[in-house]
């Protein structure tokens, strides 16, 4: 049974109409049903409704990625940017769920690549940036989140930045995008870079690209412990981390640590627009 909220009540969520427990909506959203769903949708169902863990059909719909029934509720006036009692909106859902096509839809539809902590929300909540470096996220997503404006340097409580998110999924594409995007190599979570994580994890693609960018080997974290300090010793994450420690980066990757330090994160866009040659733009690039 549906409870209708008075129009004068604050609601923090904007004017969602009523909460219930899970409806058919949010069925047939979540099981990629759109002839049922657009059915429901003409016959008058409620489209905002939620759940008591404040979930609409919207974020069913993209937490299982389907785009059709995602759209069908957005033309029908879906909110885009309700979030859940965890402070997830769909397009966090969508990007968790590594759907780029529900994530493109939402952002049509005017969703926040940003947002914000809320009243209650008790801890910042995950970003759309971080979730698309989830497990099941994609380089797609993350590509559409950096379009979108997202914020590389935003700070999950749980994950740090979406390149500690996408090094401690393992994404090393992921981690490749957001770095040539400007993300911060050496940002830090409780002292704790990318490359230690990189270390951790054990996973030799990502220290090489994360070196390549201006990681710092060196780097102590809490513990004052450097990334080689979480290898095996022996391992072949151990042995690269100690051959960056005793060996000198070669001219190319200075000049483009130096050249990236110098014009900022997005370094890489800058130089394509100075009047230098082919040649030494592509020197510098990362590509």
């Given at each position: ?197 990189a270390a951790k994890e054990g996973n030799e693609d990502l220290i090489e690209a994360l070196v390549a960018f201006g990681g710092n080997v060196y780097a102590r974290d809490n513990r004052s412990r450097r990334p080689v300090d979480y290898t095996r010793p022996g391992s072949a994450c151990a042995t690269c981390l100690q051959f960056y420690q005793s060996t000198p980066l070669s001219l190319q990757e200075l000049s483009r640590v130096t050249c990236r330090r110098s014009r900022g994160m997005r370094a ?20």
């Open positions: 049974m549906e409870k209708e909220i008075a129009p004068s009540r604050p609601n923090y969520f904007g004017e969602i109409g009523c909460w219930a427990e899970r409806t058919q909506v949010h069925e047939a959203a979540s099981l990629g049903q759109a002839q049922r769903l657009q059915q429901l949708i003409q016959s008058g169902a409620a489209i905002n409704t939620m759940t008591m863990d404040c979930i609409t059909p919207l974020h069913e719909a993209c937490i299982q990625g389907q785009a059709q029934c995602a759209r069908l509720l957005l033309e029908a006036g879906a909110q885009v940017d309700v979030r859940t009692v965890h402070g997830s909106t769909a397009l966090c859902n969508a990007c968790a769920a590594g759907s780029p096509e529900c994530a493109k839809l939402l952002l049509e539809y005017g969703a926040t690549a940003n947002p914000t902590l809320t009243a209650l929300t008790a801890t910042p909540c995950t970003r759309p940036a971080s979730e698309a470096c989830s497990p099941a996220g994609s380089v797609d997503c993350v590509r559409l989140m950096i379009a979108g404006g997202a914020e590389l340097e935003t700070y999950d409580i749980y994950f740090g930045t979406p390149l500690h998110a996408a090094c401690t999924k393992q994404h090393v594409e992921c981690a490749r995008v957001l770095l040539n995007a400007g993300a911060n190599v050496n940002a830090a979570r409780f002292h704790e870079t990318a490359l230690h994580i890489e866009d800058s130089v394509c627009k100075l009047n230098l040659s082919p040649r030494t733009i592509s020197y510098l690039s990362y590509h």
